[in-house]
């Protein structure tokens, strides 16, 4: 598929031939690149409604997202660093951070880049529904400082629960998804800086994340 992913898409029994058509079944499974690890799911079998008035049918079922879903968590494709080279709407700081929670702006008096770090802490749980799929991803966030010298320092680290929509059309010849982020919550987990509201820091966090996360997933 890429370089973090591959797919068995082997015949899992032998083809079923009639007059009208041809049935085959394949095993639809994604691993991780190279590693041909055993997948903590169990297929279920499923079937195709019969229709006939196109040359071709395709049937995905949840099985193959799931796998897909745990071969790319396996690789850390779920796992992202949002810094001021990558940030293309603003640069955040500790100075932005501060000016909305006074325990930031009390810890870091001098102005330093901020560093979001972005990591799934399980496997994203993928479900079909009509016309689209679900996710639900739960992870969390690292909040760093950027010292002049390149080192970073922990502010806080926050728990991310996020659940997003996928829809799936054809265009141009090309499969494309669409991703709507339906719910986006946050949890203070650690903080360097003291407690404070997570309610100050969730619009803005919001903010970036749909900004800087969601582009580069959506027409995937």
Same mark, same amino acid.
């Given at each position: 598929?890429?370089? /973090?992913?591959?797919?068995?898409?082997?015949?899992?029994?032998?083809? !079923?031939?009639?007059?009208?058509?041809?049935?085959?079944?394949? +095993?639809?499974?994604?691993?991780?690149?190279?590693?041909?690890?055993?997948?903590?799911? =169990? =297929?279920?079998?499923? @079937?195709?409604?019969?229709?006939?008035?196109?040359?071709?049918?395709?049937?995905?079922?949840?099985?193959?997202?799931?796998?897909?879903?745990?071969?790319?968590?396996?690789?850390? !494709? *779920?796992? @992202?660093?949002?810094?001021?080279?990558?940030?293309?709407?603003?640069?955040?700081?500790?100075?932005?951070?501060?000016?909305?929670?006074?325990?930031?702006?009390?810890?870091?008096?001098?102005?330093?880049?901020?560093?979001? +770090? /972005?990591?799934?802490? &399980?496997?994203?749980?993928?479900?079909?529904?009509?016309?689209? *799929?679900?996710? &639900?991803?739960?992870?969390?966030? &690292?909040?760093?400082?950027? #010292?002049?010298?390149?080192?970073? %320092? #922990?502010?806080?680290?926050?728990? =991310?629960?996020?659940?997003?929509?996928?829809?799936?059309?054809?265009?141009?010849? +090309? /499969?494309?998804?669409?991703?709507?982020?339906?719910?986006?919550? *946050?949890?203070? !987990?650690?903080?360097? =800086?003291? *407690?404070?509201?997570?309610?100050?820091?969730?619009?803005?966090?919001?903010?970036? #994340? %749909?900004?800087?996360?969601?582009?580069?997933?959506?027409?995937?």
């Amino acid at each position: 598929i890429d370089d /973090l992913a591959e797919v068995d898409y082997s015949l899992s029994s032998l083809p !079923a031939v009639f007059q009208p058509f041809i049935d085959l079944d394949l +095993k639809g499974t994604v691993f991780p690149a190279g590693n041909y690890t055993s997948s903590p799911y =169990v =297929v279920a079998p499923f @079937t195709v409604t019969d229709q006939s008035d196109s040359m071709l049918y395709l049937a995905f079922s949840e099985y193959f997202f799931q796998t897909s879903s745990f071969a790319y968590y396996t690789a850390g !494709a *779920f796992n @992202t660093t949002i810094a001021e080279e990558t940030c293309y709407y603003f640069n955040i700081s500790t100075e932005i951070f501060g000016s909305i929670i006074p325990e930031v702006a009390k810890y870091s008096v001098t102005p330093y880049p901020v560093m979001l +770090k /972005l990591m799934a802490t &399980e496997i994203p749980a993928i479900s079909l529904e009509q016309d689209s *799929f679900t996710v &639900e991803i739960q992870g969390s966030m &690292e909040v760093l400082a950027v #010292l002049p010298d390149s080192t970073t %320092q #922990l502010l806080f680290t926050t728990n =991310v629960a996020a659940n997003s929509s996928i829809s799936l059309n054809i265009f141009d010849q +090309k /499969l494309m998804g669409s991703l709507c982020l339906n719910r986006l919550q *946050f949890s203070l !987990a650690h903080s360097n =800086v003291g *407690f404070f509201e997570i309610s100050l820091l969730e619009n803005i966090l919001s903010y970036i #994340l %749909q900004t800087e996360v969601i582009p580069s997933v959506n027409g995937k």
